[in-house]
């Protein structure tokens, strides 16, 4: 397994297919939801079988991380701990301080492991239950 890292222009052609094929059409997220301005500002993250893309995730400059995805066939294999790893790497390296992202509820513990703490209450995204979470990086 091979995690890549690079800007939306060098990785959105492998990216963008995997996250319309996890979020558009297994969880139903609208299809004009899944593209954002965050895109352009973001470093991307993208999980390679060989030469197959098989998940990907993204860093924005404020700490955020998100559209962690993983084809179906590809869960439970370690893509979703690489890709994670490597998104948390790269925020250290970038000498932020904290991380935060916008987990689905099925997912808290798998971020949990990780040392992200749930803040606040269950909202509803794109008709689906998130939870906000947050881990320090530094000290």
Same mark, same amino acid.
């Given at each position: 397994?091979?995690?890549?890292?690079?800007?939306?222009?060098?990785?959105?052609?492998?990216?963008? *297919?995997?996250?319309?094929?996890?979020?558009?059409?297994?969880?139903?997220? *609208?299809?004009?939801?899944?593209?954002?301005?965050?895109?352009?500002?973001?470093?991307?993250?993208?999980?390679?079988?060989?030469?197959?893309?098989?998940?990907?995730?993204?860093?924005? *400059?404020?700490?955020?991380?998100?559209?962690?995805?993983?084809?179906?066939?590809?869960?439970?294999?370690?893509?979703? #701990?690489?890709?994670?790893? #490597?998104?948390?790497?790269?925020? #250290?390296?970038?000498?932020?301080?904290?991380?935060?992202?916008?987990?689905?509820?099925?997912?808290?513990?798998?971020?949990?492991?990780?040392?992200?703490? *749930?803040?606040?209450d269950a909202y509803d995204e794109a008709g689906l239950l998130h939870q906000a979470m947050r881990k320090n990086l530094a000290g």
């Amino acid at each position: 397994m091979l995690i890549r890292l690079g800007s939306w222009d060098e990785l959105a052609g492998v990216v963008t *297919p995997i996250r319309f094929c996890v979020f558009v059409d297994e969880q139903g997220v *609208p299809a004009e939801m899944e593209l954002d301005e965050f895109d352009g500002l973001s470093r991307h993250a993208v999980a390679l079988a060989g030469d197959v893309p098989v998940g990907t995730g993204r860093l924005l *400059p404020d700490g955020h991380i998100g559209r962690m995805a993983v084809l179906v066939d590809w869960r439970g294999r370690g893509v979703g #701990t690489a890709l994670l790893e #490597t998104l948390i790497l790269e925020a #250290t390296r970038l000498g932020m301080a904290q991380l935060v992202l916008s987990a689905q509820t099925n997912a808290l513990g798998f971020y949990a492991r990780f040392g992200f703490v *749930p803040e606040g209450d269950a909202y509803d995204e794109a008709g689906l239950l998130h939870q906000a979470m947050r881990k320090n990086l530094a000290g």
